[in-house]
Every structure is written in C-alpha cells, then in structure tokens.
C-alpha cells in the first residue's frame, strides 16, 4: 500500500515588527548614553559614602593623576573653543585650523601653553602618550612687570567659567577628580588656587561605598 504524502505548509513568521523594535531601542540608547572619554592617565578614587551626583552638564573635570599631573575637559565644544581663544588671546599664540580641531577632539587637554602648538602638531598616537608627560602647571608665572600671576591652571579655570557665562550665561560647575595615591599637598594646591579665584564650590569625585552595619 502507498505511502499517502501530507504536504507540508511553510511557517511564515513576520519579523518587521521586531525589527521595528530593535532599531527603536538602539536609537534610544544612543541617545541617551553619556559615552566616558578616554582619560590620559588611569585614576583609580578614594572611597566615600557621600551620595551626591555631580552634574552631567556645563561641568570643567579636572583630573590629577598620582604623580601630580593635571588635566582638564568640558562637555560642550562651544565653550572647548571660546576658552582655547581666550587662552590664544591672552598669551600671544596662535594655533592653525589643524591644531585647533585637533585640540576640539581630543578627550582631555593637559599641555603647558608654550608647549601646546608642539603637542597639537604630532600625530593622534604620538599625542595621546606624550599628554601622559605633560600636564597644566599650577606654579604661578610672572607677568610683564615681574609679579606673579596667575598660573595656568588658574587661566584655563577662569577661561572655562568666562566660556560658559558667554556662550548662554550658564554657570560652569568644578568637579575634581584625583587618584586615591596622589599626595594630599598636591589636591591642596589645586584648592587654593580655586579659593584664590573665588571658586569656593566644587566637587571631589570619589567611589561609592556603603556604610557597614
């Protein structure tokens, strides 16, 4: 007796509508996401139990790593260029279209003034080891007349807080970031040079840790 053949149906699945889905959910992620820049040195935080978050916007990060280098970064490219042109302005140099995207681009800033057109004129791998040399000095520097000025720690600060108030009259919030193994006198330093320009508020970016029971 024959074998009575059943015809098999093909399943059909509609798969629009997951894919839908899908490219909805990357697009709100993408959106969303707050992507960490890269940071010259690696910083690891002390430890606190204080649970205040430190602003996403309009914030000048000063990093400092254990051997005492300081680097900084700002979230929005506006104020990056308004405070590049006023460091320009104010110390005589002037940088090429080149250097100048160069430095919109990269993650951190952290060179001495007189160095800065050098480092922007090497090549992304050579700057991104040679900025782990370098680092904003916080010595102060004399002026025309011999006095002690500002250092250029004190510059970039000031220039990054004109920045904001000129590009839309935001307030630019201060946070500090240092490694757990960086000497004290260096973190001191950097606060007194805040204090001596008024800026008595800022952050300390620490680790999270829970209080034990």
Do not use: C, H
């Not at 910083?43 to 790593?65: A, H, Q, Y």
């Not at 506006?78 to 993650?107: H, M, R, V, W, Y």
């Not at 904001?164 to 630019?172: I, L, Y």
């Amino acid at each position: 007796m024959g074998k009575v053949k059943i015809k098999k149906n093909d399943v059909w699945i509609d798969m629009t509508p997951m894919s839908d889905v899908m490219v909805l959910l990357l697009t709100f992620f993408m959106l969303t996401s707050t992507f960490t820049k890269t940071e010259p040195v690696k910083v690891v935080t002390p430890g606190s139990v204080s649970e205040i978050k430190v602003p996403d916007k309009d914030v000048l990060n000063i990093l400092v790593g254990k051997d005492g280098k300081v680097f900084m970064s700002m979230d929005k490219t506006t104020d990056l260029q308004t405070t590049l042109e006023t460091i320009e302005s104010d110390n005589g140099i002037s940088l090429t279209p080149a250097q100048t995207k160069k430095f919109k681009d990269d993650a951190m800033f952290g060179a001495p003034i007189d160095k800065l057109s050098d480092y922007l004129s090497l090549s992304q791998s050579d700057m991104a080891a040679t900025i782990k040399t370098l680092g904003i000095p916080t010595d102060s520097v004399k002026d025309s007349s011999g006095k002690l000025g500002r250092s250029e720690f004190q510059q970039w600060v000031q220039a990054a807080v004109d920045a904001a108030q000129m590009n839309g009259g935001r307030d630019m919030k201060i946070a500090i970031k240092a490694d757990e193994n960086t000497p004290y006198k260096t973190v001191k330093k950097i606060m007194s040079e805040l204090q001596d320009m008024e800026q008595n508020r800022y952050y300390l970016i620490t680790s999270y840790k829970k209080l034990e029971d």
